[in-house]
């Protein structure tokens, strides 16, 4: 089913109008109102989902970076899995 514009929805000739139209005007005008908030909110969402990927990857990165040089100067894996905790799987997949 099409969503109406406003303009859709507001295009009403003058014999049209009764009680009736203009409450389901109004339902309507209600509901294209919610559907906007709606979109709008699903849009900065969408935008702090992506931020928050992003933060993640890069905050993974450098904790891959630090288990490197810290697994390079004597701390084992297991040590590591337990800094970080996360698996040793994990750890190995850093560090090789």
Same mark, same amino acid.
């Given at each position: 089913m099409k969503k109406k514009t406003k303009k859709e929805i507001m295009t009403v000739k003058m014999e049209e109008i009764s009680p009736e139209k203009l409450a389901k005007i109004?339902?309507?005008m209600m509901d294209l109102r919610i559907h906007d908030l709606t979109l709008s909110? #699903?849009?900065k969402l969408s935008k702090d989902r992506k931020e928050a990927v992003d933060? #993640?990857?890069n905050l993974e990165l450098q904790c891959k970076v630090r288990a490197m040089k810290a697994h390079s100067i004597g701390f084992s894996k297991r040590e590591l899995a337990e800094i970080?905790?996360?698996t040793t799987n994990t750890i190995t997949k850093w560090v090789g």
């Open positions: 109004d339902q309507e909110s #699903l849009h933060k #993640l990857s970080f905790n996360v």
